[in-house]
């Protein structure tokens, strides 16, 4: 367990370096500073829920890597379908929270527009990561429930984290 | 099953964790929108929250899974009264695991920044922030965990299905709330960076 953790440890270090680089747009933008602990948290959730269905499918003998998969594709679609609902409400959610706590200085149909890019793309890559992930273990000989969900989740918490930022720097900045 | 069945079935098992999640992360978040001066004080205290919240989620989400699968085996009575000291030393293990990973989230933090040649509020300062945070969670986290686990499994709901929610959500609550109240403490003793 304890080298995982010092590894996973240093690649949050890394997504910490770029939320460092943008803290001006944070500190300027309350609700953009609301949003990132539920953005990172929603991304690994979308990408640990997804990885424990595959390992799943995949022990019970129901899961094939290919596109054409129903289970692969049915499991990839309802990830998107769920950041689709989830992001737009945890959007405003955080301007509401924003106006309550001191002010936003971003209109809610930003915020909501920053959450809703930026869970889009998230759900995308939460699919691809967790599919090749996955099918790594499965070609490794590892179980996907031990190394799968760990990996897939911390790759996911990064990914929000640079999604975020680039999705600030192309809609706010 | 077809590929619409499946994608049903995925999205109504994925919406009340996620919307659990959803909760805890937004009010981290307005603990985190309330930091905004704490922010400016310690220079890169920013770098540090991923690994803090990350380090949260993989040592009481290894613990929860742990307690788990110990009831599943008989291995752990569900109540606090009458565990031994089995309980006690999970317990433990994982709180020194969080330590000692925060730890080491300090002192990466700090190599980074110094590479980087950004703003850093120095070793001794991220180091302390990292304990005092990393002790005051890992105490609410480890209650919560076995708490939720014992009386949840006592009431015939199965414990690994509790666990991940429980833990994102709480993990994130408590992680920031601890690193706020470590932050403050820390700036009136040892001063900001």
């Given at each position: 367990?304890l080298?995982?953790l010092l590894v996973l440890t240093v690649?949050e270090i890394g997504?910490g370096l770029?939320l460092g680089?943008?803290?001006?747009?944070?500190?300027?933008?309350?609700?953009?500073?609301?949003?990132?602990?539920?953005?990172?948290?929603?991304?690994?959730?979308?990408?640990?829920?997804?990885?424990?269905?595959?390992?799943?499918?995949?022990?019970?003998?129901?899961?094939?890597?290919?596109?054409?998969?129903?289970?692969?594709?049915?499991?990839?679609?309802?990830?998107?379908?769920?950041?689709?609902?989830?992001?737009?409400?945890?959007?405003?959610?955080?301007?509401?929270?924003?106006?309550?706590?001191?002010?936003?200085?971003?209109?809610?149909?930003?915020?909501?527009?920053?959450?809703?890019?930026?869970?889009?793309?998230?759900?995308?890559?939460?699919?691809?990561?967790?599919?090749?992930?996955?099918?790594?273990?499965?070609?490794?000989?590892?179980?996907?429930?031990?190394?799968?969900?760990?990996?897939?989740?911390?790759?996911?918490?990064?990914?929000?984290?640079?999604?975020?930022?680039?999705?600030?720097?192309?809609?706010?900045? | 099953?077809?590929?619409?069945?499946?994608?049903?079935?995925?999205?109504?098992?994925?919406?009340?964790?996620?919307?659990?999640?959803?909760?805890?992360?937004?009010?981290?978040?307005?603990?985190?929108?309330?930091m905004?001066?704490d922010l400016?004080t310690v220079d890169g205290l920013l770098v540090l929250v991923p690994a803090l919240l990350a380090t949260r989620?993989n040592v009481?989400?290894?613990?929860?899974?742990?307690?788990?699968?110990?009831?599943?085996?008989?291995?752990?009575?569900?109540?606090?009264?009458?565990?031994?000291?089995?309980?006690?030393?999970?317990?433990?293990?994982a709180i020194a695991n969080g330590l000692l990973a925060s730890v080491f989230a300090a002192v990466v933090a700090t190599l980074a920044l110094a590479g980087l040649?950004r703003a850093s509020a120095g070793l001794l300062t991220f180091v302390t922030i990292a304990v005092v945070a990393g002790l005051l969670s890992g105490l609410?986290?480890?209650?919560?965990?076995?708490?939720?686990?014992?009386?949840?499994?006592?009431?015939?709901?199965?414990?690994?299905?509790?666990?991940?929610?429980?833990?994102?959500?709480?993990?994130?609550?408590?992680g920031i709330a601890a690193l706020l109240i470590a932050v403050r403490s820390v700036v009136a003793v040892l001063g900001g960076g």
């Amino acid at each position: 367990m304890l080298p995982v953790l010092l590894v996973l440890t240093v690649i949050e270090i890394g997504s910490g370096l770029v939320l460092g680089s943008f803290e001006s747009d944070l500190l300027r933008y309350p609700s953009l500073l609301i949003l990132v602990p539920v953005t990172i948290g929603t991304a690994g959730n979308l990408g640990s829920i997804l990885a424990a269905r595959l390992s799943t499918a995949f022990h019970l003998g129901t899961l094939s890597f290919s596109p054409e998969d129903d289970m692969l594709a049915g499991n990839a679609l309802a990830t998107v379908a769920l950041a689709l609902t989830v992001f737009p409400v945890i959007g405003v959610g955080a301007w509401g929270l924003a106006v309550l706590t001191g002010g936003a200085k971003l209109t809610a149909g930003t915020v909501v527009l920053v959450a809703l890019l930026s869970g889009a793309v998230l759900a995308v890559l939460a699919v691809v990561v967790t599919a090749i992930a996955t099918y790594a273990a499965y070609r490794r000989g590892l179980d996907p429930d031990d190394v799968v969900i760990p990996v897939v989740t911390n790759t996911c918490d990064v990914l929000g984290v640079v999604v975020l930022f680039a999705v600030v720097k192309v809609v706010v900045s | 099953m077809t590929r619409r069945s499946v994608a049903v079935e995925a999205y109504k098992e994925g919406l009340p964790a996620l919307s659990a999640s959803l909760v805890g992360g937004l009010l981290a978040g307005v603990v985190l929108g309330g930091m905004r001066s704490d922010l400016q004080t310690v220079d890169g205290l920013l770098v540090l929250v991923p690994a803090l919240l990350a380090t949260r989620g993989n040592v009481y989400g290894s613990l929860g899974a742990r307690l788990a699968t110990a009831l599943h085996q008989g291995l752990l009575e569900p109540r606090v009264s009458e565990s031994d000291d089995k309980l006690l030393r999970a317990v433990a293990a994982a709180i020194a695991n969080g330590l000692l990973a925060s730890v080491f989230a300090a002192v990466v933090a700090t190599l980074a920044l110094a590479g980087l040649g950004r703003a850093s509020a120095g070793l001794l300062t991220f180091v302390t922030i990292a304990v005092v945070a990393g002790l005051l969670s890992g105490l609410a986290l480890s209650a919560t965990v076995v708490l939720v686990v014992f009386a949840g499994y006592r009431r015939g709901y199965n414990p690994d299905t509790l666990v991940g929610p429980i833990v994102t959500t709480a993990g994130d609550v408590f992680g920031i709330a601890a690193l706020l109240i470590a932050v403050r403490s820390v700036v009136a003793v040892l001063g900001g960076g």
